[in-house]
């Protein structure tokens, strides 16, 4: 079946670290990947997506390609600050022309101290 | 634009009674999906709806049951309910439900149950 796994946290880094969490994946053909941050008290926003393989998503400092050989989607960023303390969270969504279900990894805490 | 919109944000509900929770997706979106977020078990998809049907379902009891209108808002609804039912359940709209239309989440109802 489709999954998707996370490296676990909470990762603890200082500011203006180098961040990367890591995400592979198990899907039938080709599936959408997707980063989805969450602050406290809130629901999921969408940081970046790829749809086929090779493809890299980026927004605002955070970027990810989609490696087919691997069946990975790791998450990266130069720079971190503390605003990015959050939670992350991988998904895919199956190769489909009729549904968006998305499958979620578990989640991983990043704490950015100043 | 407005967002995804969901009410109420907090319930407190007892064991056995019923629920029933609301979403406004972002304007133009006929999609429609239902997660349910805990500690335990993550983020688990609970339905999706679109023009009024259900698409998918997840791997939930028939307690949990759902319903979009024709202006796309979305209801969903919990029977007799039990102390594992209390979460965070979070609403998301998109375009379409095909697979590469990121989903667009709201804040969430957070449910519990005494």
């Known amino acids: 079946g489709n999954s998707v796994t996370q490296m676990e946290g909470p990762v603890t880094l200082s500011e203006e670290a180098f961040l990367t969490i890591n995400c592979t994946y198990t899907?039938?053909?080709?599936?959408?990947l997707f980063w989805y941050v969450q602050y406290p008290g809130e629901g999921l926003q969408l940081l970046l997506k790829a749809t086929k393989a090779d493809d890299k998503g980026s927004n605002k400092g955070f970027e990810a390609t989609y490696r087919k050989e691997t069946t990975s989607f790791h998450l990266e960023k130069g720079s971190v600050q503390v605003s990015d303390s959050a939670v992350y969270f991988c998904?895919?969504?199956?190769?489909?022309?009729?549904?968006?279900?998305?499958?979620f990894g578990q989640g991983t805490t990043l704490q950015v101290k100043p | 634009k407005a967002g995804v919109t969901q009410t109420p944000r907090y319930l407190i509900k007892t064991r056995g009674q019923q629920v029933t929770l609301s979403c406004s997706p972002i304007s133009g979106h006929r999609s429609v999906s239902w997660y349910q977020q805990t500690p335990g078990q993550g983020l688990q998809f609970l339905f999706e709806?679109?023009?009024?049907?259900?698409?998918n379902k997840g791997n939930f009891p028939g307690r949990f049951s759902g319903r979009q209108f024709s202006n796309s808002r979305s209801e969903m609804n919990v029977s007799t309910l039990e102390l594992g039912d209390s979460a965070l359940y979070l609403c998301?709209?998109?375009?379409?439900?095909?697979?590469?239309?990121?989903?667009?989440f709201g804040d969430g109802t957070r449910l519990s149950i005494l």
């Open positions: 899907a039938t053909g080709y599936p959408s």
């Open positions: 709806y679109f023009s009024e049907t259900q698409r």
């Open positions: 998904a895919l969504s199956p190769l489909s022309s009729n549904t968006g279900k998305l499958i």
């Open positions: 998301a709209s998109s375009l379409s439900p095909a697979g590469n239309q990121p989903q667009h």
